[in-house]
């Protein structure tokens, strides 16, 4: 324990790396949690929907919901999130869940919607992939 400033002072650039590698693997841990999002897997989405009425919001392009979504989803690409929150409106009490290709784009959403004022946010899980790996239907309607 003497020695540790020593080897900080001989080794900056190698212990640089270390803070930056733990810094990124407790983002990725703890980041969706900070956005106010809770991740749940396809059987509490089917739950929430048919027993809560909650809103399943596809942040995927058009052209990705129309090659196949969870029948009864929204879309509203991620990138229209913020112009179009007015649509949501309605739903502002309700449980909203995200769906997205990318959690990236789901944390960025669920962050938007928070500061907006829902309070009820979830994520899917693995996305659509998820959702189909559990072999439950999608539609192209």
């Known amino acids: 324990m003497e020695r540790l400033p020593e080897f900080i002072a001989n080794h900056l650039g190698l212990v640089s790396l270390f803070v930056a590698v733990l810094a990124l693997l407790l983002w990725n841990i703890f980041g969706s949690s900070l956005s106010g999002l809770s991740k749940i897997g396809p059987s509490e989405v089917t739950r929430l929907m048919n027993n809560e009425k909650a809103l399943l919001l596809d942040l995927r392009t058009s052209a990705d919901f129309s090659s196949g979504h969870i029948l009864n989803a929204r879309n509203i690409p991620a990138a229209e999130l913020e112009g179009r929150q007015k649509e949501l409106q309605k739903h502002k009490n309700s449980p909203v869940i995200l769906c997205c290709n990318r959690d990236s784009d789901g944390i960025k959403a669920g962050r938007i919607l928070k500061f907006a004022g829902y309070e009820k ?21």
């Open 121 to 141: 946010l979830y994520s899917l899980k693995g996305g659509l992939e998820s959702w189909r790996n559990a072999n439950l239907p999608v539609t192209r309607k």
